[in-house]
């Protein structure tokens, strides 16, 4: 049986990606995320800046389990985009382009980012 040389599907989730990987498209994901949640932020803010109502129900929409929640997830996604964005900006300067580092690098952006988010929203940073 002679070897088939057409392309084969592969997929893309069923692959085990290299931490450096999984890094770079969780940050591309961020940047996409931050993009669509600036007119949503920009609403919230003009809300708790419009009258001391306003400031009100947008304290209101926030200290709830689901406001905590979205504020949990906000602060992952950009705490993520922030440390990996360094990271990039590392690795331009030729800053720990070694495999071991780079691999290092990828995964402190990578578990920093949600411990900087529990500790951002519990009040601790």
């Not at 392309?7 to 085990?16: A, V």
């Not at 999984?22 to 600036?38: A, C, M, N, Q």
């Not at 949600?114 to 500790?119: D, E, G, K, R, V």
């Amino acid at each position: 049986m002679p070897h088939d040389a057409r392309p084969r599907f592969l997929n893309l989730l069923l692959i085990r990606q290299p931490i450096g990987a999984v890094t770079s498209i969780l940050h591309r994901l961020t940047g996409v995320l931050l993009f669509l949640l600036l007119p949503l932020a920009a609403w919230l803010l003009e809300l708790s800046l419009r009258d001391p109502a306003g400031y009100a129900r947008a304290a209101g929409w926030l200290e709830g389990p689901a406001g905590q929640a979205a504020l949990l997830v906000l602060a992952w996604i950009v705490f993520h985009h922030l440390f990996a964005g360094i990271r990039f900006l590392l690795l331009d300067l030729d800053l720990g382009m070694e495999r071991t580092s780079a691999r290092r690098m990828a995964w402190v952006a990578t578990l920093a980012a949600p411990l900087a988010a529990l500790l951002f929203v519990g009040g601790l940073l």
